[in-house]
């Protein structure tokens, strides 16, 4: 599986957008953008994921770039539950384990 | 519907000691996970049951941890003769199937080793 690079941590406003990036220059074209959230003492919580196409659902928004090295997890309106570590994670469907990353530790301030 | 479960939440064992852990994962998955979070750490993947295939046990780090999974379903991860290094939190996933990997986690147990 791809290897991916988040920032360390990161801070929002709470009601405001919070854009998480992540890059993955090294993917390839069977791989999918998978986002999971760990809040403390929880397991990992799935978002979403998507292959090319931006996805959307009800807890947020996954834009690719046209070239699928980059992608920009969207959190439209944080709230102060929101405060998590969130897991960028590049994988075929053919796979098994996942593989989490260090993270980007998002803090929502109020 | 109801997601995966595990039991216990907390478990707190003395050094040498067996330990069980449960897993529940959501009804009609067929592929199960079994991973381990030390305080701090990323996920290391133990075990992947899929179906009836036999397990994926290359993640599991020495003889004494052992998993099963009864008619598909429950699945069970024993560590036998506790160390203090087993101390972690025990995550258990699973998906629809194996293709279709969106893997959903239960909430783990959190296990201390005395």
């Known amino acids: 599986d791809a290897k991916t690079t988040q920032p360390t941590s990161m801070d929002c406003a709470e009601g405001r957008a919070a854009n998480l990036p992540c890059n993955h220059s090294t993917i390839s074209g069977n791989e999918y953008v998978y986002w999971y959230r760990q809040i403390h003492s929880q397991g990992p919580q799935y978002i979403i994921h998507g292959l090319k196409n931006n996805e959307t659902n009800e807890m947020a928004s996954l834009i690719i770039t046209e070239d699928r090295k980059s992608s920009t997890l969207i959190l439209p309106h944080a709230t102060l539950r929101d405060t998590a570590v969130y897991y960028c994670?590049?994988?075929?469907?053919?796979?098994?384990?996942?593989?989490f990353g260090g993270g980007t530790r998002l803090m929502v301030k109020p | 519907g109801a997601g995966v479960s595990q039991s216990p939440s907390n478990k707190v064992t003395e050094k040498g000691k067996d330990v069980e852990l449960r897993c529940d994962p959501i009804?009609?998955?067929?592929?199960l996970y079994w991973y381990r979070q030390s305080l701090g750490q990323g996920l290391e993947f133990l075990i992947y049951?899929?179906?009836?295939?036999?397990?994926?046990k290359s993640g599991l780090p020495s003889d004494r941890f052992s998993a099963e999974r009864t008619g598909g379903s429950v699945s069970t991860l024993t560590i036998q003769r506790t160390q203090q290094e087993d101390s972690a939190v025990y995550l258990c996933a699973s998906s629809f199937s194996r293709t279709q990997e969106t893997q959903y986690f239960g909430p783990g147990t959190r296990l201390l080793v005395l």
């Open positions: 994670i590049v994988r075929d469907n053919a796979g098994n384990m996942l593989t």
């Open positions: 049951f899929q179906g009836n295939s036999a397990p994926d």
């Open positions: 009804s009609g998955h067929t592929a």
